[in-house]
């Protein structure tokens, strides 16, 4: 109504197709995870419905073919992986006697956008399949957290009560210290040979979060920011790509001087125009429809879209699309609490650490708080890859927390047989 004057001639298909994607994943929930935390699919589906209806008013901002459709389109087949996986899984345990082959075809999926020639955006993200795309970071980040539960599982005695003490602290062996320092190899690999800081901070932060609850060892904390601090010092003042989305992020309006009085590698302004959206935002917003979002470019429908919501609704809307992602994640580490097998524990601790890792490098990007890494907005930017893997990574979180609140004399499911725990 903002932009057209009008109620649009689809609104009420739209309302239908919402009511649908509300109340066609309750059925099968109910079925196949009938104890699963009940605000986990309701949080997911609010967030998914309001991504759309940004991009829908993004469309009309754009003169670039419409978004809003293929989303929706992308939406679909999210919701129909995530059911399909509560339908086949029968029990989540089973996943842990597959954690080598999950962590191989990890790092097959993390390294095959840098055996891709080109580059997107100056990133190196999308693997190219004919005409159809998609950025296996999204996917790796689900495989990782279930492998890294699997393998701590199995290793967190000898993690947590070998080494030596150092000023103060236990320091990991150094044949333990071996996993952390494969990881932060990967981590750095990807960034050096993708050019993608975001996937790098979460495939590491992730690690070290789960380490440090699996062992309760503060050094492996330590090490692990002593790690990341020395890789990023070095990538960032070599790899030029890295080097300009930092200039961007130290001196972003620096965009608006003459080109010679520019500092070096700094091309894009839209980290300014992200900041001038906040700004004009204000508390309330200027209203859906009425802000200028388009001024930031095509990055508007990836991790931009936040400033969608920060210029049009506010600190306000803002805020409360932030409590939502804070709400999913406290869901999850909340079934990580209750579960009562330690790898449920930790793949669900990991599932909501990957979540709310993303959602922090993604909003400190657009608000100035550390360098922008490109990655999507859960839920909310445009992106087939990332609806569908974090709608798998919802089944997943649905399935352990199904497990752990279901009373101990109520029986398995019709179909499902008891699965002995692969330790």
């Keep these: ?113 840098a055996l891709y020639a080109g580059d997107t955006y100056g990133a190196k993200r999308w693997v190219y399949l004919g005409p159809v795309s998609f950025q296996p970071g999204e996917f790796v980040k689900v495989m990782i957290a279930v492998f890294f539960a699997g393998y701590l599982v199995s290793h967190r005695d000898a993690l947590a009560l070998t080494g030596r003490r150092a000023l103060g602290m236990r320091l990991p062996p150094g044949r333990q210290l071996g996993p952390i320092v494969a990881v932060w190899s990967a981590s750095l690999l990807v960034l050096v040979l993708e050019r993608d800081l975001g996937t790098s901070l979460i495939f590491f932060g992730l690690f070290i979060v789960m380490l440090y609850v699996a062992t309760g060892r503060g050094s492996w904390v330590v090490c692990g920011a002593l790690m990341a601090v020395v890789g990023a010092t070095v990538v960032g003042s070599t790899e030029p790509h890295v080097k300009g989305r930092i200039e961007a992020w130290l001196h972003p309006f620096d965009i608006f001087l003459p080109v010679d009085r520019r500092p070096p590698g700094l ?52 805020m409360a699309v932030l409590l939502l992602y804070a709400l999913l994640a406290e869901r999850g ?64 979180l649905l399935k352990v927390s199904d497990h752990a609140q279901r009373p101990g004399d109520a029986p398995p499911h019709d179909d499902e047989q008891a699965t002995r725990p692969a330790i």
Excluded at 288 to 300: D, S, T
Excluded at 335 to 345: E, Q
């Design 1 to 113: 109504m903002a932009t057209g004057g009008a109620v649009p001639d689809e609104a009420p298909e739209f309302a239908l197709t919402m009511c649908c994607l509300a109340f066609t994943p309750h059925l099968p929930v109910r079925r196949f995870a009938p104890y699963a935390d009940p605000l986990i699919l309701p949080l997911a589906t609010l967030l998914t419905g309001l991504g759309l209806v940004l991009l829908h008013r993004l469309d009309h901002a754009y003169r670039t073919p419409p978004a809003g459709g293929q989303q929706l389109l992308w939406t679909v087949i999210g919701v129909a992986a995530c059911l399909l996986t509560l339908a086949l899984l029968k029990d989540y345990r089973q996943l842990q006697r597959y954690i080598y082959v999950t962590m191989a075809a990890a790092l097959v999926l993390l390294i095959a956008p």
């Design 267 to 318: 091309i894009s302004d839209q980290a300014a125009q992200a900041l001038f959206g906040f700004g004009s935002g204000g508390m309330t917003g200027t209203g859906l429809g009425q802000g200028h979002p388009e001024l930031i470019g095509f990055a508007g429908r990836s991790d931009f879209i936040l400033t969608a919501v920060g210029e049009e609704l506010g600190l306000a809307g803002m």
């Design 333 to 396: 580490l909340r079934a990580a609490l209750v579960s009562r097998d330690p790898f449920g524990k930790l793949l669900a601790l990991g599932l909501a650490s990957a979540l709310a890792l993303q959602v922090f490098v993604v909003t400190a990007g657009v608000t100035g708080l550390m360098p922008l890494t490109g990655k999507a907005l859960p839920f909310l930017a445009q992106g087939g890859s990332s609806m569908i893997a974090n709608w798998l990574l919802i089944a997943l």
